[in-house]
């Protein structure tokens, strides 16, 4: 089956420094989503990429979708200790009769230090 | 309501009772689906409703598990004669349309089996 993995699996960074994490499927996707969930919380949906090398901003959230719509990145400039949370990317099944059915990565889970 | 709504958020059972967790999704959502999250990692599917219809229960992990959704409004997930892996945190999800979009997802129910 479809199989969405996530590097690193954990980040420590001072506050002030950047982070990136990356999202790659086992199946071309015609959608990359991406969520955030502190600690304790649920998932909050952050942001969908559709297009082929398509990047979208945020703020401080640059959001990359690959050429062949197989990975995807997420790139925080400068965090902030309210930045601290597991980012999921989140990828849809192709076909089958849950249309909208995601398979999640197993997430990356950033800390801040003030 | 504003947003889906999941009750009860804490529910700590003793092996072999049956237990019921409900959503309430956001008013008009068509589709709704139940995700299992173990400690540390992502979101499982479970099972999707389109309205009242359940059109993907491939992801429950045992006929112990059911899912309802008679009204297409609100739905409850019951897990019979819980065993200890059934421990988890049960996220529900509404989205407005069917489809490859971002979700909204409760504030889950943490299911603790002893």
């Known amino acids: 089956g479809q199989q969405v993995m996530q590097i690193p699996q954990y980040q420590h960074v001072q506050e002030g420094e950047d982070f990136t994490t990356y999202c790659n499927s086992s199946t071309t996707l015609s959608n990359i989503q991406w969520y955030k969930q502190r600690p304790g919380g649920h998932p909050v949906f952050l942001i969908q990429?559709?297009?082929?090398?398509e990047v979208k901003k945020q703020k401080r959230l640059t959001f990359q979708f690959g050429e062949a719509k197989k990975n995807s990145s997420l790139h925080i400039t400068a965090t902030q200790t309210t930045d601290v949370g597991t980012y999921f990317c989140?990828?849809?099944?192709?076909?089958?009769?849950?249309?909208?059915?995601?398979?999640f990565g197993q997430g990356t889970i950033l800390t801040v230090h003030p | 309501g504003a947003g889906v709504s999941q009750s009860p958020r804490y529910k700590v059972a003793k092996r072999g009772q049956d237990v019921a967790l409900r959503c309430d999704p956001i008013s008009g959502h068509v589709s709704l689906f139940w995700y299992q999250q173990a400690l540390g990692q992502g979101p499982e599917f479970l099972t999707y409703?389109?309205?009242?219809?359940?059109?993907?229960k491939s992801g429950l992990p045992s006929d112990r598990f059911f899912a309802e959704r008679p009204e297409g409004s609100v739905s409850t997930l019951k897990i019979q004669r819980t065993q200890q892996e059934d421990s988890a945190v049960y996220l529900c999800?509404?989205?407005?349309?069917?489809?490859?979009?971002?979700?909204?997802f409760g504030s889950g129910t943490r299911l603790t089996v002893v």
């Open positions: 990429l559709v297009k082929s090398g």
């Open positions: 409703f389109q309205n009242e219809a359940q059109l993907d």
């Open positions: 999800a509404s989205s407005l349309v069917p489809g490859p979009y971002g979700y909204t």
């Open positions: 989140a990828g849809p099944n192709a076909g089958g009769t849950s249309y909208g059915k995601l398979t």
